[in-house]
């Protein structure tokens, strides 16, 4: 069964500072990936999404991500943080299976912003 | 255009009551799916839709059951509320046609079990 890992529960950064959270997946073959964003009480928002081709993906808020098949990795990248960007934010695969697009998370990792 | 919608935005239940929740999809998608989001937890998947045929299942008990509707909304409703059923209901629609595979969630419903 597929299965995603996000080892870090919390992050802490300083506003204009680098982030990079990280994302691994457990899948056999070339999995659809994703990264999502949720505000607190809110629904969840796409960010970028891989499916093939080029493997470092650009997305919204200046938020990029890199497909690395050989770490079976698939990290969260932004040159700088605003204080906006505070929030959790979850990576997922998708695979077809029967059928079924069905989306796979991991637990997520809080992201806070020092000003 | 607008985006997933989700009702009712909050609600309560006493344990052993049931509960639907509703869903509509974004225009012109036609697969809805419903997950789960417990407090502290990403979101399980529990039921997708396509069509108006079940397309998958999440491992969750008999007690959650859904449809969907001709106009391709989506209702899941849940028997026997037990504590644990306490979570955030997100409902996310995709568009199967185009070949594109990400999925749009909703605000979600917020369910408090008593």
């Known amino acids: 069964a597929q299965s995603v890992t996000q080892p870090d529960i919390h992050i802490t950064v300083s506003e204009g500072a680098s982030l990079e959270l990280r994302c691994n997946y457990s899948y056999g073959a070339t999995p659809y990936l994703f990264w999502y964003v949720q505000s607190p009480g809110q629904g969840l928002q796409l960010l970028l999404k891989?499916?093939?081709?080029?493997?470092l993906v650009q997305g919204i808020k200046g938020f990029e991500a890199e497909f690395k098949r050989s770490q079976s990795s698939f990290n969260l990248r932004k040159p700088s943080v605003h204080w906006s960007d505070a929030a959790e934010y979850f990576c997922a695969v998708s695979y077809s299976g029967a059928g079924s697009y069905q989306l796979t998370f991991g637990k997520g990792t809080k992201l806070s912003v020092i000003p | 255009d607008a985006g997933v919608t989700q009702s009712p935005t909050h609600l309560i239940k006493t344990r052993g009551q049931q509960v639907t929740l509703r869903c509509s999809p974004i225009s012109g998608h036609k697969s809805v799916s419903w997950y789960q989001q417990v407090l502290g937890q990403g979101p399980q998947f529990i039921f997708q839709?396509?069509?108006?045929?079940?397309?998958g299942r999440g491992n969750f008990p008999d007690r959650f059951s859904a449809r969907q509707f001709p106009n391709y909304s989506s209702e899941l409703n849940v028997n026997a509320l037990l504590l644990g059923d306490s979570a955030l209901y997100l409902c996310?629609?995709?568009?199967?046609?185009?070949?594109?595979?990400?999925?749009?969630f909703g605000p979600g419903t917020r369910l408090t079990v008593t």
């Open positions: 891989y499916f093939s081709g080029d493997t």
């Open positions: 996310a629609s995709s568009s199967r046609d185009t070949g594109s595979y990400e999925q749009y």
């Open positions: 839709y396509y069509e108006k045929e079940e397309r």
